[in-house]
């Protein structure tokens, strides 16, 4: 087996930590994270506020409607734990049981686990692409997010794209081949942490800033 797997958990940095031992941090989701109680559909009941009206066209500040996370949350509760999955991956997926996968907060041991969880994992990066483009969206120090610049156009596009790579590995069951795309995720995502995040002897008031 090939050995970039190290190489592509200390090149993404979430905030100031690596993710080095990603599988075995997600394996210990399950023995130490509270068991999560999830609602199955029920029957024809609509979300909350649904009155079967379809909703306006277009999205962010220029469609009017309200952007409910800013860039570092969305990064926390999609793009940082799905790229953990992969990142998995790298390793054999042989996680211990659990009692109910259903309930599982570790997507890697939960009913759509194993690759298949892989599989989500990566289209989450490539749809998650998307969002990062949205107007309107904010970072966490109030500055909005560049999301006109070229520059911000072409990693957001590299993400979808190291997405999509990492899809067709999960696909294929390779770990040879999701190595590989572990390690262009990795580049996909330092690139743009290069000039809007990592700054030397910047801080969160320089974020988002090119």
């Excluded at 998307?130 to 107007?135: E, G, K, V």
């Excluded at 957001?156 to 040879?176: C, F, P, V, W």
Aim: glycine share 10%; charged share 15%.
């Amino acid at each position: 087996m090939k050995t970039r797997a190290a190489d592509a958990f200390n090149r993404f940095r979430p905030g100031t930590r690596t993710i080095a031992g990603a599988a075995l941090v997600i394996a210990a989701w399950v023995s130490s994270a509270p068991a999560l109680t999830q609602a199955p559909a029920r029957g024809a009941s609509k979300p909350v506020g649904q009155t079967g009206t379809p909703p306006p066209a277009g999205r962010g500040a220029g469609s009017g409607r309200k952007l409910d996370a800013n860039l570092a949350q969305l990064m926390r509760g999609i793009i940082y734990p799905s790229s953990n999955v992969v990142f998995a991956a790298q390793s054999e997926l042989n996680f211990p049981p659990v009692k109910d996968p259903a309930t599982s907060p570790n997507l890697l041991t939960s009913t759509y686990g194993g690759w298949q969880a892989v599989e989500s994992a990566a289209l989450a990066l490539a749809e998650s692409a998307n969002l990062l483009t949205i107007p309107g969206r904010m970072c966490s120090n109030g500055v909005p997010a560049p999301v006109t610049r070229p520059d911000w156009v072409k990693f957001t596009q590299g993400l979808r794209e190291a997405g999509l790579t990492a899809y067709k590995a999960a696909q294929s069951k390779s770990q040879d081949a999701i190595v590989d795309a572990s390690g262009t995720v990795a580049d996909a995502c330092s690139a743009c942490h290069e000039v809007y995040r990592d700054k030397p002897g910047g801080g969160l008031p320089d974020r988002c800033k090119p």
